[in-house]
């Protein structure tokens, strides 16, 4: 199964608004609302940030938010801080009862 | 809070075969909410969904590495364990277990991870 897509990199300075994109195929995102987003800090294990498209775990901060529009799926981070530089990957639940995950895109706030 | 903690080797041959456990604590692997995963992450690289188990025993398996896979599930020990057939260098990773909340693909807790490192 092909994974799914996110730009390798984006970067934005603090305060801004970033968005992180993930495209997918109908056998995945474009069927289910099951995506979710996690964040990964190295050399530690990755964090649930939002699941169903853009619900948020207890404790994850609001300025973290999600939407999707057909096969794509999209991250916001708004008043980016620098401590939310890190990488973070997508994934969905897929039309044959597994789950894929997108490549990661590594965040660098300037 | 549940706490993951993966097992095993960190150095594997080619052509033998890798075996993992996770020890769950402060949940039940027989808990009919959830499912448990087994996901690696290639050196630099994204993550790879392995496969899950629920707690009958039922499993569902990445396609692309379903030959090679056994992922079973001891509840009277709490633990899970996966098994990866035939490995050569590509499997060289990082492993993490995991609960899936409810089989959806949504995974809520992570082990802290476990490097293995296949090489003669």
């Known amino acids: 199964q092909s994974s799914l897509t996110q730009p390798a990199s984006v970067s934005g300075s603090p305060g801004q608004s970033i968005t992180i994109s993930c495209t997918g195929t109908g056998s995945d995102i474009g069927t289910y609302n099951y995506v979710s987003w996690y964040q990964q800090h190295p050399g530690r294990a990755p964090k649930l940030l939002l699941y169903?498209?853009?619900s948020r775990p207890s404790g994850v901060s609001n300025r973290f938010s999600g939407s999707k529009s057909g096969n794509t799926a999209s991250l916001t981070i708004s008043g980016l801080q620098a401590e939310d530089e890190a990488d973070y990957f997508c994934s969905s639940y897929t039309t044959s009862t597994t789950g894929v995950f997108g490549g990661g895109t590594k965040l660098t706030v300037l | 809070q549940v706490h993951l903690q993966e097992s095993g080797p960190g150095l594997v041959k080619p052509s033998q075969t890798l075996s993992l456990t996770c020890s769950v604590s402060?949940?039940?692997?027989?808990?009919?909410?959830?499912?448990w995963t087994w996901i690696r992450q290639h050196p630099g690289k994204g993550l790879e969904w392995i496969g899950y188990?629920?707690?009958?025993?039922?499993?569902y398996y990445n396609p692309s590495l379903k030959s090679r896979i056994s992922i079973s599930v001891d509840t009277s020990k709490n633990l899970f364990s996966l098994e990866l057939s035939s490995v050569t260098a590509a499997d060289t990773a990082i492993y993490y277990c995991?609960?899936?909340?409810?089989?959806?693909?949504?995974?809520?807790?992570w082990g802290q991870g476990t490097q293995v490192t296949v090489s003669s």
């Open positions: 995991a609960r899936d909340f409810n089989g959806y693909h949504i995974i809520d807790y």
């Open positions: 169903d498209v853009s």
């Open positions: 402060g949940g039940s692997v027989s808990s009919g909410a959830n499912y």
């Open positions: 188990i629920y707690y009958t025993g039922s499993t």
